[in-house]
């Protein structure tokens, strides 16, 4: 066992005993990450700041809950990534469209990158910046799929969408995003 995870497990034991050097510690250790998983989310800085440390007084309060099925830093990002959600879906007009009721058609070729895109000159800042100026479904779908590495299942779990609602959303999220990647 590295030196890293034991690190890890000890300090879990002991913010199991609410002891607030290793939850400091902790906080210490995840904070720059979590922050960026919020931030990707609630778009604001001073937002993500604040709902990541409620993400991480909340894992702290549910510490017991912990089982180590998961990397600790698995089931953090899930508590920061849940709140991030409702957060967002509670200060914003959030609305998740209903596309079961519509017609929709899936291409074969469910890639972001077309060949008009030249990938030498793009880098990662604008491809995240575009994500940004997305529709908030397209940008929370592709943002938990791409970014947070969810799979359709889970994101369907977590914006309460059916599966073939999440698909096609995710589907028009990246036709959008190719789009817009080609005006650059």
């Known amino acids: 066992m590295s030196q890293n995870n034991q690190n890890i ?30 931030y990707r989310i609630v778009k604001d800085e001073h937002f993500a700041q604040d709902v990541m440390q409620e993400g991480f007084l ?14 600790f ?19 914003n007009s959030f609305q ?8 929709y058609k899936i291409e074969e070729n469910d890639g972001i990158i077309s060949e008009n895109i030249d990938l030498n000159n793009l880098k990662v800042k604008q491809v995240l910046d575009t ?7 397209y940008r929370m779908v592709l943002t938990l799929f791409y970014i947070e590495g ?16 999440c698909r096609t959303t995710l589907s028009r999220a990246k036709d959008s995003l190719r789009k817009k990647l080609e005006e650059i």
């Open 58 to 71: 909340k894992a702290f309060t549910k510490i017991n809950d912990y089982k180590q099925e998961v990397a």
């Open 131 to 137: 994500i940004l100026q997305l529709k908030d479904n």
């Open 96 to 103: 998740v469209e209903d596309l079961s009721k519509q017609l």
């Open 9 to 38: 497990e000890e300090l879990i034991t002991l913010c199991k005993n609410q002891n607030q050097k290793a939850q400091f510690e902790i906080y210490n250790r995840y904070s720059k990450a979590m922050y960026n998983v919020a």
């Open 150 to 165: 969810y799979d359709q299942e889970e994101i369907c779990e977590i914006l309460n969408i059916s599966y073939a609602n």
């Open 73 to 91: 830093g698995a089931w953090l990002k899930k508590i920061i990534t849940n709140y991030s959600i409702d957060f967002y879906k509670k200060n």
